[in-house]
């Protein structure tokens, strides 16, 4: 399945049903009176937020949504049937902006969660509904209300607890699948990660999704590199996980140009809390390690995490801190969830 996180679409609800003007016609009934129906409602257009979905990719081919009108008044006082909404399902963590992209008209962040964005128009009324004392024959009636339309951006930000933040070539794809079943490519290149990629991470009897995004260059806010327009799926993170490659470029840079980038982005990324992981130490030695991870408190990082994605050194440790970030229920945990992974020692475990 492709990814795709934003789509613009045209959507129009129904119009309301004319009345109808119509005179009850019967043998042996010589003033009958008016008997013209009322119109049918037009069709509302309803967004969902469902289960299931993770990309906006139908809406590449389906970009015109046309709720129907509601029916015609008929004779006999007969009403013209109501139209059936027209309902649209979405992804949860999806948004609808304006056309200009400046409001946001709907933010679905719960499963199950629906939102009438266009109401069908009301039936017009029928030429039996203006019969008075004094107007006994009205001719009258109303055409029915017209519908609404409008073109909106739809923007997938998809719903992660924790997300992962590097340069390219990190180690983050191997990180995730080291931690769940996400099964991310891993390649010895830069932007093997072209979309973003979503894991359920199990420990300790907790459960959480963790989101890997493409790695982030200097000058991704100009657009350089991949650019930073998937940034958006880390925008409800509760924490970031920022991998650094020891073997990489000097750890103090590469963690200094990541945190430019998310102050250049804005919306909050760059007051949101991170833990910064020395990432592939099974390539180095421990007192190289202990030496960039001075050098990287020294540089403003409250605490460094030296792991291996690849063989799973000091990533129980990195998962223990993740935990003291999670509300006490994610989104996905169910009740019932027992604690696992009790220490050897038995001691009482803590986050921190």
């Known amino acids: 399945m492709h990814f795709l996180d934003q789509a613009k679409i045209y959507l129009k609800s129904g119009a309301g049903g004319p009345g109808a003007v119509s005179f009850r016609r019967e043998k042996y009934v010589e003033y009958g009176g008016p008997d013209g129906g009322n119109g049918g409602k037009g069709g509302d257009i309803v967004l969902v937020a469902v289960a299931g979905l ?35 399902e979405v992804p949860v963590g999806t948004q609808v902006l304006s056309e200009d992209k400046d409001e946001v008209l709907a933010d679905f962040t719960e499963i199950g969660q629906r939102i009438v964005l266009l109401e069908g128009g009301m039936g017009g009324r029928g030429n039996a509904s203006y019969k008075t004392s004094t107007n006994r024959a009205p001719r009258q009636h109303q055409p029915g209300i017209p519908s609404e339309e409008m073109w909106v951006w739809l923007r997938l930000k998809l719903l992660a607890d924790v997300g992962l933040v590097g340069l390219p070539n990190a180690g983050k794809s191997t990180f995730i699948n080291q931690v769940s079943n996400a099964q991310a490519k891993v390649g010895d290149y830069a932007f ?31 657009g350089a590199g991949i650019g930073d327009r998937f940034l958006g799926h880390i925008e409800r993170c509760r924490v970031l996980i920022h991998l650094i490659d020891i ?8 963690m200094q140009v990541v945190e430019e980038e998310l102050a ?31 050098e990287l408190r020294a540089a403003g990082a409250d605490d460094v995490f030296p792991i291996s994605g690849a063989t799973g050194a000091g990533v129980e440790r990195l998962l223990d801190a993740v935990l003291g970030y999670l509300p006490d229920r994610t989104a996905t945990e169910t009740k019932g969830n027992e604690v696992e992974d009790v220490p050897e020692d038995g001691g009482d475990w803590s986050p921190i």
């Open 54 to 88: 993770n990309t906006l990719i139908d809406f590449r081919y389906t970009q015109h949504f046309k709720a129907a009108r509601g029916g015609h008044g008929m004779g006999k006082d007969r009403t013209g049937a109501s139209a059936p909404d027209l309902v649209i």
């Open 192 to 222: 093997t990660t072209l979309v973003p990629k979503l894991g359920v991470v199990r420990h300790r009897g907790r459960e959480f999704v963790l989101a890997d995004i493409p790695g982030l260059i200097e000058g991704a806010a100009e």
């Open 247 to 254: 073997g990489g470029v000097d750890p103090v840079e590469a």
């Open 264 to 294: 250049a982005y804005g919306e909050g990324l760059e007051d949101k809390a991170r833990l910064v992981a020395l990432n592939k130490i099974d390539l180095a030695d421990a007192e190289l390690a202990e030496d960039y991870a001075k």
